[in-house]
C-alpha cells in the first residue's frame, strides 16, 4: 500500500520559513518523480515544485529563489524548504509522487498539511 505522509506545516509569520517534509512507503521512490502542490480556498490546486527520480528540479515562478524541492532517495523523504512565506503562500500543501510505466501512469498524493502565514 502506497503512503504518503506530509510533515512540518505550521503557522509562521511573514518573512518566516518552515520546512516540508514527505515520507513515502510502499513504493519504489527512487523511481517516482516527486511534487509539492499546493490548494487554498477557493482555488485549484497548483503545483509548486517537481523533483524527477534523476533529480532536475522546477519551481513554480510564483516561489523561485524562496522555496527549494530536495529529495533523499535512501531515506524515501523529499522536501520543501520555504522560506521568505507571505500571506499568499497560506495553503495547505500536499506531496505527489508520479511514475509512467508503459503509458500507464501512477500516482498518489498525501494527505495534506497547512501552512498559514500571518502575523
Known amino acids: 500500500q502506497v503512503q504518503l505522509v506530509e510533515s512540518g506545516g505550521g503557522q509562521v509569520q511573514p518573512g518566516g520559513s518552515l520546512r516540508l517534509s514527505c515520507a513515502a512507503s510502499g513504493v519504489i521512490f527512487s523511481t517516482y518523480a516527486m511534487g509539492w502542490y499546493r490548494q487554498s480556498p477557493g482555488k485549484q490546486r497548483e503545483l509548486v515544485a517537481a523533483?524527477?527520480?534523476?533529480?532536475?528540479?522546477n519551481h513554480a515562478d510564483s516561489v523561485k529563489g524562496r522555496f527549494t524541492i530536495s529529495r533523499d532517495n535512501a531515506k524515501k523523504m523529499v522536501y520543501l524548504q520555504m522560506s521568505s512565506l507571505n500571506p499568499e503562500d497560506t495553503a495547505v500543501y500536499y506531496c505527489?509522487?508520479?511514475?509512467?510505466?508503459?503509458?500507464?501512469?501512477?500516482?498518489?498524493w498525501g494527505q495534506g498539511t497547512q501552512v498559514t502565514v500571518s502575523s
Open positions: 523533483i524527477s527520480s534523476g533529480g532536475s528540479t
Open positions: 505527489n509522487a508520479k511514475r509512467d510505466v508503459g503509458g500507464t501512469q501512477y500516482m498518489y
